[in-house]
């Protein structure tokens, strides 16, 4: 039973892709808690389903890469719920095979930028129609406090998706503003979810070297992700569009952190 929080979303449907864990599920959770009608879009039919069954929503199964796919998901929320109100375009993938630009072949070159840049390019694409038909909407894209930081231990097409998906949600937020549609970048520091759990287990000197740069001296949970989410696609932040949104732990503003 979700506890509800707030009426901020009440009766507004939210679309979140890579719903099924991490940043997407605890803000399925939150969106949940104040009101939203939740569509979770991921491809793991099990733990989709499980996600869609605890916040009372809707799973559909979603390769985000897939026009096709994602064409539908929004069709399907519509005929739902009789509106698309919210996306939040979040799946994403951090490969190991994506590395140095050195080291980093073509093929983990184009499949991060398929997920993680394509797939948001679709997301907008079908959703906005929507949006433009009911006069307002929020669309919220993951992007990374890589999109605006260089990071030495470079993962260059996951850095270069997360720039793209930056400067499409800024171009998007312009563009459609007088349409009464708001599009952000969230911009999330290192977060605590099974991605980065597994990264750093295999090497815990390098989380180590990662957590030393966080101002906060703290990874964010995802709860704290899902919060600035909620405040994104709410009449709370009706006059932020086109906006680099960072949730970071102070890592963009640091010079040298605290010892």
């Not at 140095?100 to 907008?124: H, M, P």
């Not at 998007?172 to 750093?200: S, W, Y």
């Not at 680099?244 to 040298?256: E, R």
Request: aromatic share 8%; glycine share 10%; net charge negative.
């Amino acid at each position: 039973m979700i506890e509800v929080i707030s009426n901020r979303l009440k009766g507004r449907s939210a679309v979140i892709t890579g719903g099924a864990s991490g940043i997407g599920l605890a803000t399925a959770r939150r969106f949940a808690a104040e009101g939203a009608h939740v569509v979770i879009a991921d491809l793991d039919p099990t733990a989709g389903q499980r996600a869609a069954e605890e916040v009372g929503g809707l799973y559909v199964k979603v390769d985000v890469t897939s026009e096709e796919e994602v064409k539908n998901l929004y069709a399907v929320t519509h005929e739902t719920y009789g509106s698309v109100d919210i996306a939040f375009n979040n799946a994403g993938i951090s490969p190991a095979d994506d590395a140095s630009i050195i080291d980093t072949g073509i093929d983990a070159w184009r499949k991060v930028q398929e997920v993680n840049l394509t797939s948001v390019f679709y997301c907008c694409k079908y959703a906005l129609p929507y949006m433009q038909a009911q006069g307002k909407g929020s669309i919220i894209n993951t992007a990374s406090f890589v999109a605006v930081m260089g990071a030495a231990t470079s993962q260059i097409s996951y850095s270069a998706s997360k720039g793209g998906v930056l400067a499409m949600s800024r171009e998007l937020g312009v563009e459609f503003a007088r349409q009464g549609i708001r599009v952000n970048a969230l911009c999330p520091g290192p977060v605590n979810t099974p991605l980065l759990k597994e990264l750093f287990a295999k090497d815990p000197e390098k989380a180590a070297r990662r957590l030393v740069h966080v101002p906060l001296g703290r990874f964010a949970e995802p709860e704290e992700l899902a919060a600035a989410v909620a405040f994104l696609a709410s009449d709370d932040s009706s006059f932020i569009t086109a906006s680099t949104f960072l949730v970071d732990g102070g890592i963009a503003g640091a010079y040298v952190t605290p010892e």
